[in-house]
């Protein structure tokens, strides 16, 4: 029961700070009409995190990440990638959506841009190694998957719980003022988070 509880109790403070994954997920939720528009973008970050956190705590990442230049490479294709992703949300238009749906994001664009702020986000992937990897090895066998699941399943409720959050809001917001504010500080939230990954970029070029 032990690895359950701390693998439920490990994810959830991973995952609940504010993070470009998570307000991509709430955004989808919020600006569809339908809650089954947005689950290309909550199955693509869910299956993501799932690999993310099957490669940490088989120990595969660690050795990829012992690349110094893949490093370097992944920190760089965040900081153009969440740059981009902050001005497309910035210039996304929610009242729009609210009567047109086909203006939303398409299945497509979901699936790449989930799996892109997924994939493309060095801290996010650092920390689950980091944290999620390293506290594997305090368990072997079942334990370890016991671990591993719960981990995982946190992950998939949590996106789950956002886009049902979102699309809360979504409805009460009929005109989309709401969402419109919310889409402009979400991209600066997202703008912020690729100065700072820049940052750590350029810190990582200097050494």
């Known amino acids: 029961m032990q690895p359950l509880i701390h693998g439920i109790l490990l994810a959830f ?30 199955v693509t970050a869910g299956v993501c995190d799932t690999i993310l956190i099957y490669l940490a ?42 009567h047109r749906e086909e203006k939303g994001f398409s299945a497509r664009r979901q699936i790449a841009f989930a799996a892109s702020v997924s994939l493309l986000n060095p801290h996010a992937i650092l920390d689950t190694i980091g944290v999620i990897g390293t506290s594997s090895l305090a368990y072997t066998g079942y334990e370890k998957w016991m671990f591993t699941l719960a981990c995982i399943v946190v992950s998939w409720i949590w996106f789950l719980s956002l886009a049902i959050v979102g699309r809360k809001i979504g409805q009460i917001d009929g005109n989309g003022k709401f969402l419109n504010s919310l889409n402009k500080i979400s991209a600066i939230i997202i703008w912020i988070m690729a100065l700072y990954i820049g940052y750590q970029f350029y810190l990582l070029i200097g050494e």
Not at 28 to 40: C, E, I, N
Not at 74 to 84: R, S
Not at 85 to 92: A, F, S, Y
């Open 57 to 98: 705590v088989a120990g595969v990442s660690v050795i990829v990440f012992s690349f110094e230049w893949l490093k370097i490479s992944l920190f760089l294709a965040g900081f153009f990638f969440l740059a981009y992703m902050g001005w497309v949300i910035w210039k996304d238009n929610p009242s729009v959506n609210a």
């Open 13 to 42: 403070g991973l995952i609940l700070p504010l993070g470009v994954q998570n307000v991509f997920i709430f955004n989808q939720g919020a600006t569809h009409r339908k809650f089954t528009k947005s689950l290309p973008a909550i």
